[in-house]
């Protein structure tokens, strides 16, 4: 059976399954952020994207930021820099508790990737989780985290190109994909179209009925809450609320601003 992580308890449930995104290497910020949030359970963050890709981040702080994470009882996920086996391995062995990779193309993409994130005989992961489950407070070393793992670990593709979006029906019907996660930043930039603009919109639609017609979860990044609760009222089952550098920037240009008597600075573009 799968493991009874954050993330899974989560999409099993009516609400959307709400993170956030960490690009700084520090278990500082990722526990601050989850310790504030921790007091209700219905305002508790269940996962937190930790991003290898284009954060500050390198399988060096893969360990102790899993452990972070897992020990506010929330699911680190870790975005690998690309869709290769020894990321993977390196991610799932420190104790991520799923793996997202980037730009997912086609459906051989997303059967590469369930085969790299799985044991055999499902896939071609090496074994040798000495760490992975020290994240799991409920998984043991051995048999129980060993009969589990194939099903427990969450495998996440991004949807972010013209070709992953005229592909994302089959896409989301490979066998072992959880969820299809859309990059609206990277997907605007492939198809060379304005984001939020028509074009932009209809491929992110057109990414949630494929991942609600094959029975999988849909999920999005988002950029603040006003942003994110326009997709929670769409669909989305898991969505990424904001950045800890767009909240630490914010937050401290904020308080500059009142501490001065002057206005806030206008709307943050990007991250």
Known sequence: ??????????????????????????????????????????????????????????????YELNNAVGSERASPIIRVP????????????????????????????????????????????????????????????????????????MVVVQIESQSGVENVEKIAKVDGIDVLFIGPFDLAKQMGVQRGGPEHEAAIQRTLAAANAAGKKAAI????????RVRAEQGFHMISVITDVAVIGDGMQKELATAKGTAAAGKREGY
């Open 82 to 153: 690309w869709g290769e086996e020894w990321m993977i391995k390196r991610a799932l062995d420190a104790g991520a508790h799923g793996i997202m990779t980037p730009m997912c193309h086609s459906e051989a993409d997303a059967a590469r990737i369930v085969s790299y994130a799985k044991y055999p005989p499902l896939g071609t992961r090496g074994y040798g989780p000495m760490f992975a489950t020290h994240s799991f407070p409920e998984v043991m070393p051995g048999s129980d985290h060993d009969d589990n793992a194939n099903e427990g670990v």
């Open 221 to 228: 990044f988002c950029t603040s809450g006003e942003d994110a």
């Open 1 to 62: 059976m799968p493991f009874n992580t954050a993330i899974r308890t989560a999409l099993k449930g009516p609400s959307v399954a709400w993170g956030f995104w960490l690009t700084l290497p520090s278990a500082a910020v990722a526990k601050t952020i989850l310790h504030r949030s921790s007091a209700s359970p219905a305002d508790r963050f269940s996962w937190v994207l930790v991003d290898a890709e284009h954060g500050l981040i390198s399988d060096t702080n893969y």
